[in-house]
């Protein structure tokens, strides 16, 4: 029984590249969120989505991030263009039904690590 | 605005003392606080959570005990062990789903 799978673990991109970040859900959830952690800080909200809709973006920079969560596959957190700002690590959590009916278990993923040199 | 914040940043005791972490939060409008656990490079791990119509549930070791009046939340671990050594984090849970987190407390077990 998978949980929130991520990947890649590490990823590495040199300023001004594209970074494209994936979670799997865990089985039978189709409530996806993506949080940032800074070194040394807690985790911020980023992104909710629902599949094919963004239910909640207000954590999301406004220009070069962007996320999607099709009908089939992953979701995705693309980052266009990074700056070393961008540096660090990105969590999704997933949830079976609607955050705010259940209780506040929230199962995350490992997390990638994003590096930008 | 919003904000959970913790008082201590980092919190050391000696293996089979009971540990006391605490937060403070400023938004009364969440339902649900909640407590993560995250080990180094990894995820975080949910602990326990509370409604905000209880002062107090007790899970395995743990007890969370929430104090509307002050705005004050806490995890008590009982006995605890080198493996609880992690950062906590508080969390309180907003409409949707979205969590707010706090900084973090990084607990150290010393044997």
Redesign the interface.
């Known amino acids: 029984n998978a949980g929130v799978m991520q990947n890649p673990r590490h990823l590495v991109r040199r300023r001004g590249q594209e970074a494209r970040l994936r979670c799997s859900p865990m089985k039978g959830h189709s409530h996806v969120y993506w949080y940032r952690q800074l070194p040394e800080e807690g985790l911020k909200f980023m992104v909710y989505l629902q599949k094919e809709n963004i239910i909640d973006e207000s954590g999301m920079p406004k220009e070069r991030f962007s996320a999607e969560f099709p009908k089939e596959g992953p979701s995705i957190l693309r980052i266009q263009q990074v700056v070393r700002g961008d540096s660090a690590a990105y969590f999704c959590a997933s949830s079976r039904d609607r955050g705010d009916i259940n209780t506040g278990e929230l199962f995350f993923g490992e997390g990638s690590r994003l590096t930008v040199l | 605005g919003e904000s959970?914040g913790l008082h201590l940043p980092t919190l050391s005791v000696q293996e089979g003392d009971n540990s006391i972490i605490n937060c403070a939060y400023s938004n009364s409008a969440s339902?649900?606080?909640?407590w993560?656990k995250q080990e180094s490079?990894?995820?975080?791990?949910?602990i326990i959570?509370i409604r905000s119509n209880m002062d107090k549930r007790q899970g395995q070791r743990v007890t969370v005990l929430l104090n509307k009046t002050v705005k004050h939340l806490s995890l008590q671990i009982a006995a605890t062990q080198p493996g609880d050594s992690a950062v906590y984090?508080c969390?309180e849970?907003?409409?949707?789903?979205?969590?707010?987190?706090?900084?973090?407390t990084e607990l150290s077990v010393k044997p």
């Open positions: 959970v339902d649900y606080f909640i993560y490079g990894k995820g975080p791990q949910f959570d984090f969390a849970k907003f409409q949707g789903g979205k969590l707010i987190f706090g900084q973090g």
